[in-house]
């Protein structure tokens, strides 16, 4: 299969992270999650290798959709939840492009969940990063649809009625190609998941726990503290048993009806990570897992992104027919001459 | 009809200046397709014509009900003619449904065809007729004549082999064609042709058409009923290459043209809806033209992905109709501040809402004027038959290229779906629209940045720099930005000259356009029509009459909406009176109105059709007479 | 927990099919599958036993959407793809209506597809009737979300590229309590489902295969017909074993992927259908089952519906401070007398 | 400012009439508070008020930076009074920063409070200042106090158990409250109680910020600083129980009465946006009167529900601002021939497009009126000041409610976020605007049938059935509808009745409103200067300036933009000149332009903030001068 994304030029020196800054003051609240992201994403796009002028960063509105101001590449900063349709029509009509999304929990799947589900469906050689903070940022704190049922926010000060939407959940019901989960303090682990993400071709969704700490600190504690979080996370590892705990004593294994359960690391049936399994069922199962928040690419399958079978359209249209010739269109169907 | 009579062949031959036919029928009778059949045969004999197809609501009612009746007009002449035709010559009626929605319009003494067998009992219950209107003397003074159409196409079918008895009714449409060919003296073997190649896969059904369609053309010769034929010289039209051509056609022809001029491969972003549907379904054809379509999940997406790639390059489009354009209002106020081009094209119907969605009008005039929250304004450009809608799409681009700016093209059902031949265009009289994307860095300072708003001098556009091009990377967004620079800026003193350069770029656009023309031939009219878009026809047509009549009329068109061509508000104080007639309850009227402070009168209707020729005289004439006939905004409301 | 059906005023006398007919004339071609669901759901009307004038139908726009005009009920026929929004507030609002939405493929699927998936995790009390025709209708004819990948329309010539949504994947996805699906002219087993949807508190989708016969004929054909039905259809019945196929020769197992797959009726493991399990994992992995495609109710789960939790806190903050009284808000705060 | 002094206990007491104060500071410094705690004292005192609240964008900036600095200005006085003030008589600056945003508004020779602590090399890099302004001499042309009022907060507080050397720094505000509560002579038991009650649950907070109060009370009695001292006396009000309020406030308190009076319960449906969504914020307050509020997962489904909730007889109401009003459009259409009662408030800000979102703009209007496919007409209602806003509220429901029709309430940014004294209504004070749904059948033929679309002779309104009605059942659409029976209808002339009737409904509310009030009040003026929404309080205060210099100048203020009462066009006709002064680019003008085909002169601002009563004087007297002050539309563009 043609990669799309080998189309895009490489850069020809290393560049560094220093490039990848637009030197735009930051303006996101002290100690915001947000920080760590950009940091990590200017770090890891010089391994990305392309060009930094064929890099785009699209994004909708939100405190998270500021980033691309932050980045020294091509950028906008659209409408709220519409980052996924433009940049659907800038990735399938630019192969030579590198399309990034940057939304937020309210961007992209209050308002912009439409758009989000069908870029995921199409698979447009997109990647999307989904900062969850499980909350409203910028219009300073109403509850978002990933927001816990009860929450109790300026819109609904006796608790929020709605059942949060499980973005990766979604996602797969969705028909995505590639879902993976992260935290903005992890360096490391988000560093490996782009790097995964960017590798894919096709849409690439990455939901990242972000921490608004004016409006709703301290969300993901229970992932970050040290005392918490290897109870709490279970690292997902392609081709590793799913296990996790302070001491590795916990495991993932299917219940009889069919979900997924936490067991002990020595019970039987503790299941391997096998993000490219074609059927999402089991990816899904694990979205659901009660008592651990497994962390890591939960699906990565191989499936045509939309772009190139637009792009191999035109040629084989182009090869049967011969290039277009704007005379011989006009001259089309039935004509008569007047002399 | 001015009318030549001759006796050829037993039948009486009359020469006649023109001709407007009506097929009417079931929808699933074929209609469309048989006033399509009678259009090409009429365009190659080389008569001028006009179509004006007349759709049914969008879904297809039980057969046989008034709501299911599908009609297509045809008018064609010896001259140069403007309008689908005011009234029928002849009306052909193929069931009592389609008799009785189309009667009204059949002047008294013209000719009526009736596929008799088709009043039976129960489709003249349908229909809501409780007595036979063969029978009961009520169409005493139209010529009827009563043809067993369904019996005699089954008779003339016959015995082709493969063809059962339901599909050799099918071809009732046929004979009908070929008894108004024989009528009207129509070219015939392109039908032949073209059946042929139609049922290549079944040649059985191309055989039983054909034979429906000669028997048809032969029942006329033998026929006592018809005792009169009609012959339409073609007409004197300039030299050239002609096609017959819809709206949407002509549309979509005119993007792909566009794009071939500016160099920008069309991006299409769209959603279907009636009646802008069938430029996606045209777009989506021509992938070899490098023509993007991409059909989205809804307008919000479709417009959002033309000017995602707009942001990359492309000649970003997108098709839809008002309802759509509604939706679509949110990120057109982002290409405004974004400064993007991007063509929005509004193929208006009947509204408010959902409406009537196969019909026309012309009322989202002021949506696309003030649409959109805050200031933001944007070109305007509007069609005037169905072949300018080539040129008025490469109009749309080269303001849209050249300004960088989301324009909205205007047509609307009426041309949308009619048709008229076009003298095709010669590649050498396509404009010079080529654009060139921005390169270099361009800060003031020296600094070697990219400022992308800093503007160009004489047009007040921005540079485009597309991803992809070293050096130039740059962020832009809906956030106000600063002059200049592009970054965001807060500032009050900022935002007033943003707000300014921005509307100051379009309103400079009125030096880059044509100045308004009047056609005065006299120089003396003391009325002016004014029209735009789809009325252009249906008004040329009344002053025509107006003229012939021994009285004086200006004439003068609006192409471009926003911003006026400069000299509109001298031309119209040249007049005492100016009148301005349109599909909606008085919108270019308002904005003349408070432009110019000119007290036009309005002649507003909203009756998802095309104006009449002979109304529009009448109007006319009644301005003429100082009587006013329509309402002016200026009057009290009083109720 | 309260049911609100509950609330809704049942019928005194038994109500008629007839009495649910609006005499408005039906406007669909001949031979379209809408017929047939129309008079599904007017014969199933008065088994609900809710007075007509508390029933009320709402769609968006298409064939389909045409349907509220044919049911003597209250309706309303809005715009396109907002239909579950707009029943949201009738429902919210009032607890005595019995709500119901008509929506297509496209409607619901392509411009409505955040309204629906919202409505699905909010679990407003509403029976939404998804008539899936994998087509466009109204507008004659293009490629909609459920369209296989390949399909030639008149805006895909050459073919659609993208993975159509599976409503009951995305359905499942998006949090859904009860998801069904049926076939248009299977009287018997539509109504079977639409009993068990309208017993169900909450937001409950079902699918309905429509036959499109002018512009996508013959689409369910493989389930509908005698010689085909049999082995292509699955059908769900809680507490049965999933075997299915002429003679129930074949049956469903889990595979070792964690995914399902088609077997030996006679094979261990075959499973036992219970839509009732609060893990959404088994009844997703249903949904993406290959070789056959499984009819019924796949989810049919309890959980506090929105309308019932909103009541709710409106009981709750008039219990605990009294009916508000107008002149004591407008004196609330710091106030002063001027004389 | 007049001024009358007098020696009171060391330091001298002026008397003045009336005080504008601006605090400026970091967002993170409490400003907004701190204005609001002033606003209650000096409410509680008795002085007639005006406030204006600048936020930042909706992004916190970095501590330190211009971008950061939230601002609070408050106008009061000893009579009754329009605006927050021109230019501050004293400004208080929490940091550089907000010296240098600020310091260009206030008049030289005037009284800067600085917080000498925050002038560090780093805060003043930040602010972009290269030396200290404090110390170069660029200041010397105000009154400087330097207070170090970190220190002496942090000294204050002292040895309060349990609050850290962080929270007690954060208590500088309640020093700058203290000092200035002091200077000004406010009344201060209110802040005690109030910061007890707000710090309830953290006692020993509540006591470190009542040292700080107290501590900056009493450095003014102390410091050297400050020789002189102000009093504004109590105005003179109307008697009656008042409460200072925001517009966002009183528009949601209108909604509840509004239910209250009509009988039908609230529901909201709405999308956060800045500046509206504070109105989601206070109805999810108010459950207990039935209010439901439902956080939607956008604009559409906003709007969606609450026209769900009005075909079900709830009050259904929408709130957003400008961007959102874009994605409601097609829904208000969809109301508008619905016919149903609906309210859309738009908040309107700085547009196009995410424009600026904190700041004031009223260029929303004529999307309000045409911003939809289609002739698709509804009343606009636009609140003048803050407490305004409860009444328009009323008037928009009574609207809705009465005429069946989506009503779009045009409030703004300034006014939200604005706030004023307001006379509380008595109930008595209320209209009666009680509704009745539809009962019984209506249909004109007895046959027992309901029509939906049989229409009041007197108000055109159709009748309001709701769900759960026996006999009543009906099905309402967006399709064209026949007139009377509702059926959906095709028919030309039917559609073009049924856009007459629409429009004819909305129109005849022009005499069921309050015809235009002018004040005038020598009858001599030749010029009207016309406002409407936010304007009211800079064109009046403008217009008694003009006055007291012994000028004439007449001012009308429109509270319904459509329809316009039924005397505008006579009243404006009384005056040589009108002059409508717009916080947009000139839209009333062109409403009223084409409409009554007067020769308005726009002066139009779009800088994100209120007009100043100086500047608008200054217009007005131009206009007297008979030189032309804006721009006219009717002058040719020439670029
Ligand atoms: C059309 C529109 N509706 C609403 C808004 C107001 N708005 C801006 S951002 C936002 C939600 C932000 O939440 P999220 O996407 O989670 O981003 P965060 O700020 O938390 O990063 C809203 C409601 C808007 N700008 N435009
Ligand atoms: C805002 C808007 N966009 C587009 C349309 C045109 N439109 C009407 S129905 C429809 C899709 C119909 O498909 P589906 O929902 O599957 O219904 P079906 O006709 O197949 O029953 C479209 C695109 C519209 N009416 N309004
Ligand atoms: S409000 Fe929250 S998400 Fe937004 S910048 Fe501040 S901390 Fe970050
Ligand atoms: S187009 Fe298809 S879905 Fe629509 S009415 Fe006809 S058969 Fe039914
Ligand atoms: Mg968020
Ligand atoms: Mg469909």
Redesign the pocket.
């Given at each position: 299969m043609n990669r799309l994304l080998d189309l895009v030029p490489k850069a020809e020196a290393k560049q560094t992270r220093k490039e990848f800054n637009s030197g735009v003051d930051v303006?996101?609240?002290p100690?915001?999650?947000?920080y760590a992201i950009l940091a990590t994403v200017q770090g890891f796009l010089p391994e990305v290798g392309v060009k930094r002028e064929n890099i785009v960063f699209i994004s909708g509105i939100g405190?998270?959709s500021r980033f691309p101001y932050y980045v020294e590449t091509y950028g906008m900063h659209s409408i709220h939840g519409r980052a996924p349709a433009i940049a659907t029509g800038l990735a399938t009509s630019r192969p030579d492009l590198s399309v990034w999304v940057v939304t937020g929990d309210g961007d992209a799947l209050s308002i912009g969940g439409n758009h989000l589900i069908h870029a995921l469906r199409r698979n447009v050689n997109l990647t999307i990063l989904l900062f969850n903070?499980q909350?409203y940022?910028?219009t300073?704190?109403q509850y978002s649809p990933t927001s816990e049922q009860g929450k109790i926010t300026k819109s609904t000060p006796m608790g929020s009625l709605d059942r949060p939407f499980n973005p990766v959940s979604l996602a797969l019901g969705a028909e995505a190609t590639f879902v993976a989960r992260s935290i903005d303090s992890d360096r490391a682990h988000l560093t490996s998941v782009l790097r995964a993400a960017n590798e894919h071709a096709g849409t690439a969704l990455v939901e990242i726990y972000?921490?608004?700490?004016?409006?709703?600190d301290g969300a993901f504690d229970l992932l970050k503290e040290k005392g918490t979080r290897d109870d709490a996370g279970l690292r997902l590892e392609a081709g590793q048993p799913m296990v996790f705990g302070a001491d590795s004593t916990r495991g993932v294994r299917r219940r009889a009806d069919g979900g997924l359960e936490v067991c002990n690391a020595s019970d039987p049936g503790v299941l391997i990570h096998d993000p490219t399994i074609d059927d999402p069922s089991t990816a899904f199962a694990l979205s659901r897992l009660n008592g651990v928040t497994p962390i890591g690419v939960f699906r990565d399958v191989d499936r045509p992104s939309y772009d190139e079978l637009m792009n191999e359209q035109l040629a084989t249209a182009t090869a049967k027919q011969g290039e277009g010739d704007i005379m011989a269109l006009l001259h089309s169907g039935d004509t008569w001459d007047v002399e | 009809m001015t009318e030549v009579s001759a006796q050829v062949s037993g039948k009486e031959v009359r020469q006649v200046d023109r001709v407007v036919i009506r097929f009417a029928g079931d929808s699933g009778d074929g209609m469309q397709l048989t006033g399509e059949r009678f259009t090409s045969e009429t365009a190659s004999f080389g008569n001028d014509l006009s179509t004006l197809p007349d759709f049914p609501a969008e879904i297809r009612a039980p057969a046989g009900s008034p709501a299911g009746v599908s009609g297509f007009q045809l008018h064609f002449s010896d001259h140069d003619i403007l309008t689908p035709g005011d009234a029928p010559n002849v009306l052909v009626a193929m069931n009592p449904a389609a008799l009785r929605s189309n009667i009204k319009d059949l002047p008294r003494g013209n000719d009526l065809v009736v596929n008799g067998d088709a009043f039976t009992p129960g489709n003249l219950k349908k229909a809501g007729y409780a007595v036979n209107p063969l029978d009961d003397g009520s169409l005493d003074e139209y010529r009827v004549h009563r043809v067993p159409l369904t019996s005699l196409t089954i008779e003339a079918v016959g015995a082709v082999d493969g063809v059962n008895k339901k599909e050799a009714e099918r071809a009732k449409n046929m004979f009908a064609l070929g008894l108004m060919s024989w009528l009207y003296h129509r070219p015939i073997d392109g039908t032949e042709a073209w059946l042929k190649g139609k049922f290549a896969k079944r040649p059985e059904i191309a055989d039983a058409n054909i034979r429906a369609f000669k028997a048809g053309h032969a029942y006329g010769e033998t026929t006592e009923s018809f005792s009169v034929t009609y012959e339409v010289a073609p007409a004197k039209m300039s030299p050239g290459t002609y096609r017959n051509i819809s709206g949407n056609m002509a549309l979509s022809y005119g993007l792909i043209a566009a794009s071939q001029l500016t160099g920008l491969p069309v991006y299409l972003g769209s959603y279907p809806i009636t009646p802008a549907s069938d430029i996606l379904h045209e777009l989506s054809k021509h992938k070899r033209f490098g023509v993007r379509t991409f059909q989205a999940e809804d307008e919000i997406a479709g417009i959002g992905a033309a000017l995602g790639a707009a942001f990359g390059g492309s000649l970003g489009v997108t098709t839809t109709s008002g309802p759509g354009v509604c939706l679509k209002s949110e990120a057109v106020g982002l290409a405004v501040t974004l400064e993007l081009p991007l063509l929005i094209c509004d193929i208006q119907r009947g509204g408010p809402s959902t409406g009537l969605p196969t019909k026309t009008e012309q009322a989202d005039l002021l949506q696309a004027m003030f649409g959109r929250n805050g200031e933001a304004p944007l070109p305007i450009v509007a069609p005037r038959s169905p072949s300018d809608c080539f040129n008025a799409a490469i109009e749309a681009a080269r303001l849209a290229t050249k300004y960088r700016t989301p324009v909205i093209l205007l047509s609307d059902g009426y041309l949308a779906n009619g048709s008229e031949p076009w003298l095709l265009p010669t590649a050498d009289e396509f404009p010079d629209i080529a654009v060139e994307f921005a390169t270099e860095a361009n800060a003031p300072d020296g600094s070697g940045d990219f400022w992308p708003y800093l503007r160009d001098p004489q047009t007040g556009a921005r540079p485009w720099a597309v991803p992809g091009t070293p050096g130039l990377e740059h962020r832009i967004g809906g956030l106000e930005k600063a002059d200049g620079s592009g970054g965001i800026s807060y500032s009050p003193e900022n935002h007033e000259t943003m707000t300014r350069l921005r509307a100051a770029k379009i309103d400079g656009i009125a030096c880059d356009i044509p100045p308004l023309e009047v056609d005065d031939p006299d120089g003396e009219a003391t009325v002016l029509v004014l029209g735009w878009g789809s009325t252009y026809g249906p008004v040329a047509a009344a002053a025509r009459r107006v003229r012939s009549g021994g009285q004086q009329v200006a004439h003068a068109h609006l192409r471009h909406l926003n911003p006026f061509p400069a000299n509109t508000g001298e031309v119209l104080k040249r007049y005492e009176k100016v009148l301005i007639p349109e599909m909606n309850l008085g919108q270019l009227s308002m904005l003349i109105r408070a432009r110019f402070l000119v007290d036009a009168i309005s002649y507003d209707r909203v009756r998802g059709l095309p104006f009449k020729a002979a109304e529009l005289e009448g109007v006319i004439l009644d301005a003429i007479d100082s009587r006013r006939a329509g309402t002016s905004a200026a009057e009290e409301v009083t109720v």
């Open positions: 303006r996101w609240c100690g915001c999650g947000d405190c998270s903070n909350i940022g910028l300073k704190g972000q921490n608004c700490n004016i409006f709703n | -």
